[in-house]
């Protein structure tokens, strides 16, 4: 019968021979080839019941009984000057991608770093850091992108808008008939933005706000808003522009291309008492 290897399953050590264990590994660093050992061993583990509630005993433990200012330092005395794989730094790049802080978090980081003096080596990073990504930017200034990652990109900017965490996506250029409105309200020196993001349930730029009139001008492309019936979306943002206290100027393609400045500046004052 073969002798058995190590400590027999289910074994509970003593105090004394943990804390031996504890100070003969004291200061010892697992090669990568150890780590990975380590790892496979546990892979694919299922964790029992009873090591899950001594793992949150110890975390409830932890937040009743912070880590002390002393032990927080001989920490990072310890790492201090450790170089991590690549490996290592590509797995807590992974699992960090797509986390945000709350503003809790921010808080406390804003705070550990208030008064502290910059090294000139930080400095040096950082200024490497900004040239690097500069010298990036112009490499890939005038690169065209695949049609695949211009789908991509289209699909995530969509998300995005919709949840209202995009505030202004500026498009190619204006069409030509909302520059021809666009002149119009300069020749008459009224102040105006373009695209500017409204904030109703279905959030979108509109063509031109005039915030003195409160007015939302839309200058409406036959073909795309299906004259003279008009889109779906575009009847229920009017209703929402309506309903927050907006005023709703919609201007038809055909309507505008036969405008001229006296023709739009009655118009615009019939929508000044709407």
């Given at each position: 019968?073969?002798?058995?290897?190590?400590?027999k399953?289910?074994?509970?050590?003593?105090k004394?021979?943990?804390?031996?264990?504890?100070?003969?590994?004291?200061?010892?660093?697992?090669?990568?080839?150890?780590?990975?050992?380590?790892?496979?061993?546990?892979?694919?583990?299922?964790?029992?019941?009873?090591?899950?509630?001594?793992?949150?005993?110890?975390?409830?433990?932890?937040?009743?009984?912070?880590?002390?200012?002393?032990?927080?330092?001989?920490?990072?005395?310890?790492?201090?000057?450790?170089?991590?794989?690549?490996?290592?730094?590509?797995?807590?790049?992974?699992?960090?991608?797509?986390?945000?802080?709350?503003?809790?978090?921010?808080?406390?980081?804003?705070?550990?770093?208030?008064?502290?003096?910059?090294?000139?080596?930080?400095?040096?990073?950082?200024?490497?850091?900004?040239?690097?990504?500069?010298?990036?930017?112009k490499?890939?200034?005038?690169?065209?992108?695949?049609?695949?990652?211009?789908?991509?990109?289209?699909?995530?900017?969509k998300?995005?808008?919709?949840?209202?965490?995009?505030?202004?996506?500026?498009?190619?250029?204006?069409?030509?008939?909302?520059?021809k409105?666009?002149?119009?309200?300069?020749?008459?020196?009224?102040?105006?933005?373009?695209?500017?993001?409204?904030?109703?349930?279905?959030?979108?730029?509109?063509?031109?706000?005039?915030?003195?009139?409160?007015?939302?001008?839309?200058?409406?492309?036959?073909?795309?808003?299906?004259?003279?019936?008009?889109?779906k979306?575009?009847?229920?943002?009017?209703?929402?522009?309506?309903?927050?206290?907006?005023?709703?100027?919609?201007?038809?393609?055909?309507?505008?291309?036969?405008?001229?400045?006296?023709?739009?500046?009655?118009?615009l004052n019939?929508?000044?008492?709407?």
């Open positions: 019968m073969n002798k058995q290897r190590g400590r399953k289910g074994t509970i050590l003593s004394d021979t943990k804390l031996k264990i504890s100070l003969s590994h004291k200061g010892k660093i697992h090669t990568i080839e150890h780590r990975k050992n380590n790892s496979l061993a546990h892979k694919r583990k299922v964790m029992s019941k009873e090591a899950r509630l001594k793992i949150s005993n110890y975390q409830k433990d932890r937040l009743r009984n912070p880590i002390s200012e002393e032990t927080k330092t001989k920490i990072s005395n310890k790492l201090t000057g450790r170089i991590m794989s690549k490996e290592i730094i590509e797995k807590i790049r992974k699992s960090m991608t797509g986390k945000k802080h709350t503003n809790e978090t921010k808080e406390k980081i804003r705070l550990s770093h208030k008064g502290k003096v910059m090294s000139e080596e930080s400095k040096l990073k950082i200024s490497n850091n900004r040239e690097r990504a500069i010298k990036i930017s490499a890939k200034k005038g690169k065209k992108l695949s049609t695949e990652h211009k789908a991509k990109l289209s699909k995530v900017r998300k995005l808008f919709r949840e209202g965490k995009i505030l202004q996506h500026m498009p190619k250029k204006d069409t030509s008939i909302e520059i409105i666009q002149n119009f309200l300069k020749k008459l020196q009224i102040e105006f933005f373009t695209h500017k993001y409204i904030n109703i349930y279905h959030g979108y730029q509109c063509d031109i706000l005039i915030p003195s009139l409160n007015l939302v001008v839309e200058c409406d492309g036959n073909y795309w808003h299906k004259y003279p019936i008009g889109n979306i575009d009847h229920i943002r009017t209703k929402e522009l309506l309903d927050k206290g907006f005023k709703v100027l919609r201007l038809w393609e055909s309507e505008i291309k036969d405008m001229n400045l006296d023709k739009f500046e009655e118009v019939e929508n000044k008492h709407f």
